[in-house]
DNA sequence: TTGCGTTATACTTTAAGTTAGATAACGCAA
DNA sequence: TTGCGTTATCTAACTTAAAGTATAACGCAA
């Protein structure tokens, strides 16, 4: 039978979704790349959504998570701001204390 | 800002989701009406997916959560096995431990 | 034997979300 | 001033999960 507890968290706002695992991922590959569109070819997904996912945590955060610039040297650069930088590290701590959660609760059916 | 920490949990087997809250909602309309049907109107949802629902659970759990029987006096009857009424007591405590998780985090980003 | 309300299943249609494709705007560097 | 690669944005096409529609099978009761 093998059941297994399972399960995802993420961090909302009153507008809606702020921090998630697919935006975790995300903002890594723009702290990686420096680019937006790099970064969302990597997560195999389009540029409409990775661009609106970020822009969303910018709105919704209140203080920008991501500073966009078009035109310049390289056509533009993408990079996450210090809050940003801060809200990865305050996710994963949340994220590790959720998966001791899982790890330590045994269903009890059998 | 005001951001809530948030998240959700569920039950898997090796065959996919075994148990999570639209099932428990469901199990319960099931308890409560006897009928497969009235619970799927009940959740406004149709049919067919309540269907697909239980049926993947019995099938999954590899003892039935719910009797399913067609024809008779009523039409049919849907009923919830002793094995079934655990499965729910279960789940719902480890639900009950994850509130209180969530509760307790408080996210270190001002 | 007929009617009833349910379980069981296939097929079609709809709706929502995602992606693709195209194009404008930008600013540095040559 | 031109070219480049990016950010930014719109519209159309596609995909896929969900619901809708239809119908068969079942077994008790009248």
Do not use: C
């Not at 540029?47 to 709105?59: A, D, E, F, G, P």
């Not at 203080?63 to 930088?85: C, H, R």
Request: no cysteine; charged share 25%; net charge positive.
């Amino acid at each position: 039978m093998n059941l297994k507890p399972n399960g995802r968290i993420w961090i909302d706002t009153d507008q809606g979704a702020f921090m998630g695992y697919g935006r975790i991922e995300l903002l890594e590959k723009i702290q990686q790349t420096g680019s937006l569109r790099k970064a969302s070819i990597e997560m195999e997904m389009s540029y409409q959504k990775s661009w609106k996912l970020v822009t969303q945590m910018n709105i919704r955060a209140g203080e920008p998570i991501v500073s966009l610039k078009k035109g310049g040297k390289n056509g533009g650069i993408a990079q996450l701001t210090p809050f940003g930088e801060k809200a990865i590290l305050s996710f994963k701590e949340f994220d590790h204390a959720f998966q001791q959660f899982l790890k330590s609760y045994k269903p009890n059916l059998e």
